[in-house]
């Protein structure tokens, strides 16, 4: 019975060793982003974060385009290429004419076997905390362009 319980020990340690060691994951982050105007051209950019210990093999961004009034547009979708572990990289997402207002929408990216990575947005807890006050300029408006009428 001994021997049976220490070859069962003996393999439950082996396959936690196995996982722990094959546990590499990338882990991406959403640091930054803001909307900008240069030469004539609108964007919205950023930063993304891999802070894991893998490679993100690719991925992507959307942002919807909303106007004056915040109705929405349109959502653009920007792809990114690699981001090896520990590493950083701007996104610069093309926007055709005049950027009134934007949300980014999604961050997604994957692994190199194509599976979705973690994504964090590391400013959804402050975008969060503005959102009463971004619902209220939509709402005032709104109204005036009612008024307008």
């Known amino acids: 019975m001994r021997k049976k319980s220490l070859s069962c020990l003996a393999g439950v340690a082996l396959a936690f060793g ?4 094959s546990s590499a994951a990338p882990e991406l ?21 891999n802070s894991g210990d893998a490679p993100v093999a690719h991925g992507y961004v959307v942002v919807t385009l909303l106007d004056a ?11 990114f290429a690699n981001i090896p572990a520990g590493e950083k990289l701007g996104f610069r997402v093309p926007i055709n004419g005049a950027l009134k207002r934007y949300r980014l929408a999604s961050v997604k990216g994957f692994d190199a076997e194509g ?20 619902r209220e ?12 009428e």
């Open 18 to 21: 196995y996982s722990m060691s």
């Open 29 to 49: 982050h959403l640091n930054f982003h803001m909307g900008g105007s240069s030469g004539g051209q609108s964007f919205v950019g950023g930063t993304l974060i």
């Open 69 to 79: 009034q915040c109705h929405p547009l349109k959502s653009v979708l920007e792809h």
């Open 115 to 134: 599976f979705e990575v973690m994504a964090v947005d590391d400013n959804a807890e402050l975008l969060k905390g503005r959102e009463p006050a971004d």
């Open 137 to 148: 300029y939509c709402a005032k408006a709104r109204e005036a362009v009612v008024q307008r």
